[in-house]
């Protein structure tokens, strides 16, 4: 009877392992169906069987390498330990462990960096030009009349030239009239500094103003020392005479013209005339002279009285020349 208990138990031990092991398989297979893997060809996970045999030894047996992929999440399978204890025999005892390995599959990591493109939005420039109306003022001018006797470039009458030499004086031009010449022959014969005959060559013209002016020019009398603005002592005596004339007839105005030779530079000759032409003014001045009624001009070798290269045509050029306006104005 004792035996047929022990039968009875160990049937009831093998039945309990077998059914064991029954759901382990199914709940494998089981987890197999429900959470397929991404990879098909992954191994799946051991299960390892300790078996405790009656010698107290165990082995572990690993199933065969199955294609289907191993599976995370699913429960943890409880192990069982059945022991029969018994007064005399102690039966074989089995102890099934199934260890799931857990695979941790981390997925790598992929960063996406998104790069906005810059849009750089350049506003056209829009450039606008505002067109001020045109204003055309019309003046009325005066039409410029044709005057009949020869002008200036400023438009003023060309001078009488009164040319004083050894014994002629001799008057070319044109005058507003008869009484005009006649005054102006007066006046040159009583400033002569020797008895001279008159020549005229005087044209009557009653459109010229009696403002024109009369170029002195005289041949004889001293000049500038050359590359000099100064005035010698018989040069001075020149300049006195026509201070004299000009005491005389106050209305009377002046321009002075400073002259050089043809020899130096431009720059050097215009530079001289310009010294002369106000040391003369500076010498009336010193006479008495209002400065108010002088003027002065330079224009350097431009205006030579001969041309022969030789100290006679020199000192002749080197000189001042006096322009008279108002001589004949009381006419």
Do not use: C
Not at 12 to 23: D, N, R, S
Not at 136 to 152: D, G
Not at 227 to 235: G, Y
Request: glycine share 6%.
């Amino acid at each position: 009877m004792y035996r047929r208990r022990l039968d009875g138990r160990a049937i009831v031990w093998v039945v309990g392992a077998a059914l064991i092991v029954a759901l382990s398989l199914l709940a494998v297979y089981a987890g197999r169906t429900m959470y397929p893997g991404d990879d098909s060809t992954a191994p799946a996970d051991p299960i390892v069987v300790d078996t405790i045999g009656p010698s107290g030894t165990s082995s572990t047996t690993a199933p065969a390498a199955s294609s289907e992929p191993a599976t995370t999440g699913l429960p943890p399978v409880s192990s069982t330990t059945s022991s029969v204890a018994s007064t005399t025999t102690r039966p074989t005892t089995t102890t099934t462990e199934v260890t799931r390995k857990t695979t941790s599959s981390t997925a790598p990591t992929t960063t996406t960096r998104v790069s906005r493109p810059t849009t750089t939005s350049t506003a056209p420039t829009t450039t606008t030009r505002v067109s001020r109306p045109t204003t055309t003022s019309t003046q009325l001018t005066t039409p410029a009349v044709a005057v009949s006797y020869s002008t200036l470039p400023d438009g003023s009458p060309q001078p009488v030239v009164a040319i004083f030499d050894v014994d002629t004086i001799t008057l070319s031009g044109t005058v507003p009239s008869q009484a005009a010449a006649d005054r102006l022959g007066a006046l040159a014969l009583a400033n002569s500094k020797t008895p001279a005959s008159l020549v005229k060559f005087l044209d009557i013209d009653t459109n010229v103003p009696k403002s024109f002016g009369v170029r002195v020019i005289e041949l004889t009398s001293f000049r500038f020392p050359e590359a000099s603005a100064v005035i010698l002592p018989d040069h001075a005596l020149e300049f006195d005479r026509v201070a004299t004339v000009m005491e005389a007839l106050p209305n009377v105005t002046a321009l002075v013209i400073g002259h050089a030779d043809q020899r130096g530079s431009s720059k050097d000759n215009f530079a001289i005339s310009d010294a002369r032409a106000r040391a003369t003014v500076s010498y009336l001045v010193g006479k008495g002279i209002d400065p108010d009624r002088l003027s002065s001009r330079a224009v350097g070798e431009t205006d030579l009285l001969i041309l022969n290269d030789d100290e006679a045509a020199f000192a002749l050029n080197r000189r001042t020349e006096f322009v008279f306006y108002g001589l004949v104005a009381d006419t």
